[in-house]
């Protein structure tokens, strides 16, 4: 975890928590995050078990060039990262675990941007489930936010549970994306299979996939 506003998010949900897995919803202030907000996201589960945007900041929302509430998680994504970022994220629900994204945002004018992304889990029951999470610019060109990110590109991914990793430190580095297979489900498949487990980490091996 490299930028502020995710160490930020992560320590506040942490502290919320305590000794539970996840923190309620409820628990959840907007005025105790108010400089945080308008990077944040709250995830939920639709009817089918899809996670959608619930709430999404104004930048955020900015970034994309729409409103965030209600569209699909997954579909910001390239199609052929879009089936292991539903499986991580149901991963990170099903589990309470913290997931990080990091990766590289498309523009419309064909710009790149890098991001880092953090899902923290709520507690609410299989009735409700949902997740808070930011999204952080590692860089803030001139045109983010006036040049809409069309497509999201994953660079490296890390699943993690906070109650053996507590202070997910800076500058840690990620777990790489091993490259799919031309059938576009191998990763996700492997992520189904819970993956290589080292210690309380789910490792994959292999580099970055190409554009």
Not at 81 to 88: I, K, N, S
Not at 111 to 130: A, D, K, Y
Not at 190 to 207: A, N, S, Y
Request: some cysteine; charged content about 25%; glycine content about 8%.
């Amino acid at each position: 975890m490299n930028q502020d506003g995710s160490m930020a998010l992560f320590q506040y949900w942490n502290r919320l928590r305590g000794n539970r897995p996840a923190p309620r919803r409820s628990e959840i202030e907007p005025a105790d995050i108010k400089a945080l907000l308008p990077d944040t996201f709250i995830l939920e589960h639709d009817a089918r078990a899809v996670p959608v945007f619930r709430l999404a900041g104004t930048r955020l929302c900015a970034t994309y060039g729409k409103e965030l509430k209600g569209y699909s998680f997954v579909s910001l994504w390239s199609e052929r990262d879009q089936p292991a970022v539903g499986r991580l994220v149901r991963h990170a629900l099903d589990e309470k675990a913290v997931a990080m994204i990091a990766f590289e945002g498309l523009s419309r004018e064909g710009r790149i941007n890098n991001f880092e992304l953090i899902v923290l889990p709520l507690e609410g029951g299989r009735q409700s489930v949902r997740a808070l999470g930011a999204v952080q610019p590692l860089m803030n060109p001139f045109w983010l936010g006036a040049d809409p990110i069309i497509e999201n590109r994953v660079e490296s991914f890390r699943l993690t549970d906070p109650d053996h990793e507590p202070l997910l430190l800076k500058n840690r580095p990620s777990m790489p994306v091993p490259p799919l297979s031309p059938e576009g489900d191998a990763l996700a498949s492997r992520l189904d299979e819970g993956g290589r487990r080292i210690r309380h980490l789910v490792v994959f091996q292999g580099g970055k996939h190409g554009a």
